[in-house]
């Protein structure tokens, strides 16, 4: 099949090349309106317990969280008239603004909850319409612009809220992705220079990643339509793209330059190296994609955008390398060698060094294989304490309008910063019965009180009367609402819910909700999902690799110790940004205690992946020597000489493009790219160039065995990468 593709392509050659061009500017232009489309949320889980409460509040309540919180801090008290006049004045404005469905102030609800601690401030809270065709993004900016323009005199105002918060993130991540790609690309321009030895060679992965990019872009452009797609994806796709691109062109310009040094054709040289590279290229994407596929299993759309943004990315990556890559090769034939910088490029001796280095691991393999592990593991000790929590406003920079403002918020309005826990129970419930819950639930430690309609509960004693308390019922629910002293996205709140849920509710209808619940909801989620991921990844793998040698025992070595290294960057992660260490080095961020769940799962999911594309790499070129020769060890040594200094090459600059993520501001890209760089060097350098050789020289023979009857299944169904 590869080989025919390979006639195809060589035979169309000036067709395939034009159309892809033709193909690259209808993507980038259509693709880059993606930007505004994205969503910096999406770490929730929809189906649980908290989602039906936003969404009950929302239709029988009709007052879902504010998106926007504007605070007014003055000199004078809120009631003051001149005070009061400016606040009726911007409440007036910004309920008049598109989009916006209603407007809370202090002037308008009265209420303790809207003031600061000194009566010197008070709130609006601003209520956008989810159906309106404006977007969020706009109505913030139109509230800040009424504020920027209306004299407030020494009246300092401070933003807070999701909107604000995301519109942060957004700005931020976008600013971030510019300055990344600032920082790599001319690095990898200088390495690419390096590595392929001449100007002409080096364009090649350009082609490849700049397709994989817009192309991916594309995707996520016509999936906004259909779902809600996160704004951290892009740092993904770009990453992967140049990763991927790079890592695709080098293998497959290094068996066509194999090919041609060795005297065939142009046009049979295209043809061998579809073949042979091209197969492999197309047996690693698949592998790649069906692991990042893994995160299609996760019901936050945060994870899921990255399995989009992922499997699209190496979905263009193939189809790049297998067709147009191999397209421009066929046109350049023996030109692809020109304005050469490095003359050893060429050599046909070139990575003697690399055989050299495996016979030398391979004749004391049991104490390089027992040093390799002892360091991987001593990496992974600090993952053993990892603390896991939720991305909030903390992970923008220390000096963020957003970040100073919350701050401000929580400073000033201790009101706010209650994180209030909405109770749902269903309206057929006796009032006895309802107000004996709120008691009970009132009593829950960190628990500062709660709402009910027969009054306000502290420790369990009411201490507010029924008046004004007719909101907090509907033709479906009763209210009750919970105030904590516990930072809503922490591990500390997940206790708090898990406390509250375990008093003895009068219904099994009732539902607790709330920014706590959310994020205690979308952990649970994650843990749920997560044995579903795993298995599926394991699976995939394992039978892919199977497949592709024919082996029982290659297929659980490459798992194995794609864990440890992964563990070991996980353990990185833990020491750098649980514990705070090496700042000096990633750069200021603001040290919560704990590491996003969402991003561990992004980034073990990610590099898990890309570790198995460097794995089908090395095993193509053994299996290839071992199929030739029938002898494990100078199959292990010929191998990892024609492939090692790809592997090596591939990586440094695959971890280059993730290591521009490490200077970015926002935390989360910045463990993205701490802990995929680590991944990818450690799997390049511990794993394939010491793990690799030593233990398939301690296995033998046995690493190519397999029972009967699954020979018999590979020798009728089975992959080569030759």
């Known amino acids: 099949m590869f080989e025919r593709l390979g006639v195809a392509v060589y035979r169309w050659r000036r067709l395939v090349f034009i159309s892809s061009l033709i193909g690259i500017v209808f993507f980038a232009v259509l693709g880059f309106r ?20 936003t969404e009950i509040l929302r239709t029988q309540f009709d007052s879902p969280d504010a998106d926007l919180v504007v605070a007014l801090k003055g000199e004078v008290p809120a009631d003051d008239p001149s005070f009061a006049a400016m606040g009726k004045s911007l409440t007036t404005k910004f309920a008049a603004i598109v989009g916006v469905k209603r407007v809370t102030s202090y002037w308008l609800t009265p209420s303790p909850s809207l003031t600061s601690s000194d009566g010197n401030g008070a709130v609006l809270l601003v209520t956008y319409n989810p159906a309106s065709a404006v977007s969020n993004s706009d109505i913030t900016d139109e509230v800040k612009q009424i504020v920027e323009t209306t004299d407030l005199g020494a009246t300092q105002v401070y933003l807070g809220g999701s ?9 931020q991540i976008s ?4 300055r990344s790609e600032a920082i790599a690309i001319p690095l990898t321009i200088i390495l690419l220079l390096i590595v392929f030895g001449s ?7 350009l082609i490849v990643g700049l397709a994989s990019i817009v192309g991916s872009f594309f995707v996520l452009y016509l999936l906004t339509y259909a779902t809600d797609v996160s704004v951290f994806a892009l740092n993904l796709v770009t990453g992967l793209g140049l990763g991927l691109g790079i890592d695709y062109s080098l293998l497959v310009v290094s068996r066509f330059r194999e090919e041609l040094a060795s005297g065939k054709e142009v046009s049979t040289a295209v043809v061998r190296t579809v073949a042979s590279a091209g197969r492999t290229v197309v047996f690693s994407g698949l592998t790649v994609a069906l692991t990042l596929a893994a995160m299609l299993f996760f019901p936050q759309f945060f994870l899921r955008s990255f399995a989009y943004g992922g499997i699209s990315v190496v979905v263009f990556a193939m189809i790049g390398a297998v067709i147009v890559l ?5 046109i350049l034939g023996p030109r692809i060698n020109s304005l050469r910088i490095r003359r050893s490029v060429l050599q046909p001796d070139r990575g003697a060094r690399w055989a050299n280095l495996a016979t030398a691991i391979m004749r004391r393999p049991w104490p390089v294989a027992i040093g390799s592990i002892a360091v991987l593991m001593l990496l992974a000790w600090p993952a053993l304490e990892a603390k896991f929590g939720q991305i909030d406003e903390r992970a923008l920079p220390r000096g963020n309008y957003s970040v100073l403002d919350s701050a401000a918020l929580t400073e000033y309005f201790p009101g706010l910063g209650r994180a209030p826990i909405d109770v749902m129970v269903p309206a057929g419930t006796g009032a006895e019965e309802i107000a004996a819950y709120a008691s009970e639930l009132s009593k829950v430690a960190t628990i500062k009180g709660v709402d009910a309609p027969a009054g306000t509960y502290v420790g369990g004693t009411r201490v507010g009367d029924p008046t004004g308390r007719t909101s907090l019922t509907s033709d479906g629910y009763v209210r009750l609402i919970a105030t904590s002293t516990e930072r809503p996205r922490s591990p500390e709140a997940e206790v708090v819910i898990a406390q509250l849920r375990a008093v003895p509710a009068p219904s099994s209808q009732v539902l607790v909700g709330g920014f706590a619940a959310q994020y205690t909801d979308s952990q649970q989620g994650i843990v749920r999902v997560l044995p579903w991921a795993l298995g599926w990844v394991l699976i995939t793998v394992l039978l892919l690799l199977f497949l592709f040698t024919g082996s029982i025992l290659l297929p659980i070595k490459a798992v194995i110790l794609n864990i440890l290294s992964l563990s070991a960057a996980i353990g990185v992660i833990v020491w750098i940004f649980q514990d705070g260490h090496l700042t000096w080095l990633v750069g200021d961020f603001v040290n919560t205690g704990t590491i996003d769940t969402s991003t561990i799962v992004l980034t073990a999911i990610v590099a898990f992946g890309l570790s198995m594309d460097y794995e089908v790499f090395l095993l193509s070129r053994i299996k290839e020597e071992y199929d030739r020769s029938g002898e494990n060890t100078a199959s292990v040594a010929l191998g990892l000489q024609r492939s090692a200094g790809i592997i090596t090459a591939a990586a440094l600059l695959l971890a280059v493009n993730f290591a521009a993520f490490i200077p970015a501001s926002v935390t989360n890209i910045k463990i993205l790219g701490v802990g995929v760089t680590v991944a990818i060097l450690l799997d390049a350098t511990i794993v394939r160039l010491l793990l690799v050789p030593a233990f398939m020289r301690i296995a033998g023979r046995a690493n190519w065995w397999a029972p009967t009857p699954l020979r018999r299944l590979h020798e009728r169904f089975g992959l080569s990468g030759h």
Request: hydrophobic share 50%; aromatic share 2%.
């Open 34 to 53: 993606v930007l505004p489309k994205l969503d910096s949320g999406g770490f929730n889980d929809p189906g649980s317990d908290s989602a039906a409460v």
């Open 163 to 171: 909107s604000v918060v995301s519109q942060a993130i957004t700005g």
């Open 175 to 178: 600013a971030d992705l510019a």
């Open 199 to 205: 100007l002409v060679a080096a364009g090649m992965p």
């Open 326 to 330: 191999p397209a421009v090769l066929g």
